[in-house]
């Protein structure tokens, strides 16, 4: 009963209802422009509500989060410029349908799927917190580097042409992780003795210039060219489509919450994982993916939403951050009065039900919002493009300078772009080479760990794996995945599958 | 309208050429911290600030820039004006560039504001550990050589200073060191059994300590720490930890040398203000920092005695890259 009304807390005070709906509102619209990120809006209020009590505080914060994470899409699909890292699988799949006319449709699509993860990953969070926690506890490096490995793996999904130049990209991407400081032992990687380069380069100026730039200079092609009439009917996706996607959208909810609530990878690899997962359960897409497949929203969607649920787990159970914006999260709460830690739940369960009534809430008002306004919205694909590509422009400027306030930023992401247009023109897929920069330092990092911890031992190493059942489960999964990915098999599945069938 | 602008820009004017405590300050402050949102030093400088805001009757704005061990930010303020507009929030690793080979500059260039607060480090342990205290870890390290897990943070961090200190003075440790980005992803990785022990802030490890996820070992103090009556102090336990204690990382508010003399009083006034609020020290004191609120002379001696112990620790320690005499650092007592 008292948690019933805790979580009902929001209700009982107009003001929270409204920061609550303020929050996930502006969390929209933050989460749509590229470069402006969740992460740093939350941490500019902690400063600003640092005098008012707690409970508003985190209500803001809250909507911030949640709408901030289903914004992303909305550029995804109108412009190709993923607003967040964790749009970047809407994009592949989101911008086709727009250029087909049937950008409403993906966003309604996207915005029903998104409020579907995130409720489920509330559900998680109110319900299986402590276990799911004591998981994540038992990931160890080697766990985190195989799950890397894995990632690394999505590279055949996520390149749509040859698998060679899929492969290429994404070294690439890897490469370009690498560049600066080392985290771990302060030595200078690929600086060429350049001061700019110390701090690395700016993975959301890569994305967005990769995307955003490169999508300007490869619509300059066609400057005059008739912008496609959007189709504004059937926004709301029928119960029927909803009932469709069931199966797949509970499954990638799950591969959402698991990765969000795991410390150290967030909604951005989430989705990836999500969207390569959709493509290989799905046997015979409407459309094929990457050219306006249904599918490629439904996951990445319903996972980076999930995800949002999964990063409070450790939060709220342990004090320990599921991701950038949690964490921040658990300083605003220090420096509210509590003490954000594994004593949070036994000595203030209210808060945690709070949280939980907040999500909801935020979840709820997300849908609304999302649903509004869609029509406005798809003018802007059908804007002449003599208008949207000094806007993709302008946009990606800011966006690319407002990420660390460094006009260098801007700068890599003008490269970035121009760089990215010829790997376009010549046919190699971006997907990978983002993949590879989020995935750089979860590999390097985790790898370096895992085998130190080993005393450099190559045998212990393969021992700890053979030992685990995590670890066993992870690297089969890289193994089967793999081979399931080379030639090989597929010559070898043709003979046997070919055999039966005649 | 227009009347307005022409007042913005007499005063951007006034500010940009008369910067006195009379209009200081006639503009939004830029605060600028070394470490990311959620980190230590980022919590009590948003802890602290608003309260020195109110004293000072200005804004302050803050941003986190983060990258190259808080480097970037440290050369961001020192290529900005020294008009009091660009104050740096720092912590201690600064004051080990030169001799990491991390940079050229460190705190020598800049005006300590406020030295707010120290840390203590705590030694925590695996709650599976195979011991309970620190002369157990000693023995089970002699037993098991090679074998023990330690967490570290990269060099010049709290932990490589930490365990140059215990190889120092219990003798060369064979333990492996594991790099982690910062002690919250080492302490979580405590937790699930991937390192076994970790020297920490006892801030950061304080609220797993009282869920009794990972047992306190040792307090790196010369006094019985307040939050934790019952942990073994480190000189207890060894006699030798008195040359190096009390040590610990600390957290202040610096502004560039040259900065006109009465914006450095008005801000030092402001933090000294702020650091006194109630409420900021009952929040340090539940984390377990010292506060120490110092600025001036004060804060400058501290400054030199930290770095002059902590580089040479490092240095003999093998850790650097450079000797501290080659930047001018004394040895300590010399």
Redesign the interface.
Known sequence: METILAILTVFTQPQLLLLVGVGTFAGIYIGAIPGLSVTMAVSILISFTFSWDVLPAISLMVGIYMGGVYGGSRTAILLNIPGAPSAIATAMDGYPMAQKGEAGQAIGVTTVMSFFGGLIGILVLALAAPFVSEFALTFQPRDYMLLAVLGILLVGSLSSGSLVKGIFAGAFGIAIGAVGRDPLTFAERFTFDFKIMEGGISFIAVMIGMFGVSEALQQLQNVNMKSVRQKIDRIVPSFGTIKKFLPLSLQTSAIGVIIGALPGTGGDIAALMAYDHAKRVTKNPEVPFGKGAMEGLVAPETANNAAVGGAFIPMMTLGIPGDAVTAIMIGALFIHGLNPGPMLMVDQPDMFWFIVGALLTSNVFMLIFGLTGIKIFTKIVEMPRSIIIPLILLLSIVGGYAVNNSITDVYWMLGFGVFGYFMRHYGYPLGPVILGVILSRLLDDNWRRAIISEREDLGRFFEGIVTSPLSLVLFISVILIFVSQTPLWTSMKNRLFGKAMS | MSRKLIGAIVALGLSATFATAQNYPAKEIQGIIQW????ST??VM??V??HAEEALGGTV?????????G??AL?YVLDAEADGYTVLMGAENPLLYKI?G?GDEDYSAFTPINLLARGTPLLVANIDAPFDDYAGMLAYIAENP?EL?VGAT???GLPSVITAMMNTVEGELDV??????GD??A???L?????DVMPAVLGAA???V??G?MKPILVFDTETNATLPDVQIATDANAGYETYLPWGPFFGVFVKNGTPDDVVAALTVAYAKGAENE?FVS?MD??GFTMMNISGQEATEFLTKWQQGTAWLLDDAGLTKASPEEFGIARPGE
């Open positions: 990311g949102a959620g980190g980022d919590t948003r802890s600030t608003p704005v803050m941003q986190n820039m983060t990258g190259a061990v480097a970037i050369n990491m991390l090679g897990k990269g060099p010049g492996i060191a594991v790099p982690y980005d919250g992803p302490l979580t990785a937790q699930g059994g991937a390192i304080i609220e797993g009282r869920a996820n409420e929040l539940g984390r």
